[in-house]
């Protein structure tokens, strides 16, 4: 038995930007920003602050991790690429997959609640 695999598409977010930015930036060797003192909002999960997305969905979702809502909007943006409608995957949710990677966990979550402490 044989299984295809096919990438249909794809959603990055980095602190370059999105898919087209970030490959665009790759290819002209461009560097992104660094986490330095002037630069906090480049903490685990800050990008979407970072690169200005302000989703409604991300508002409702204001509990969870900052790294899932980055996760949250490059999934979304995935979808979009490979025009994949919402519908779709709830009619037939065995017939799609995910590849999620990340840089950083959310440690920084655990991190910040550690301090609190």
Not at 2 to 24: A, N
Not at 81 to 94: F, K, T
Request: net charge negative.
């Amino acid at each position: 038995m044989t299984c295809d695999i096919v990438l249909t598409g794809i959603g990055l977010l980095s602190p370059l930007g999105g898919k087209e930015s970030f490959f665009r930036a790759m290819g002209e060797g461009a560097e992104s920003p660094c986490r330095t003192a002037g630069n906090a909002s480049l903490l685990p999960g800050g990008l979407t602050e970072l690169l200005g997305i302000k989703s409604p969905k991300l508002q409702v979702a204001r509990y969870l991790d900052p790294l899932a809502k980055n996760a949250i909007v490059a999934v979304e943006e995935a979808m979009g690429d490979a025009g994949i409608a919402p519908q779709a995957v709830a009619q037939d949710p065995y017939g799609f997959g995910i590849l999620l990677a990340a840089t950083r966990g959310p440690g920084a979550t655990r991190d910040k609640a550690y301090e609190q402490l």
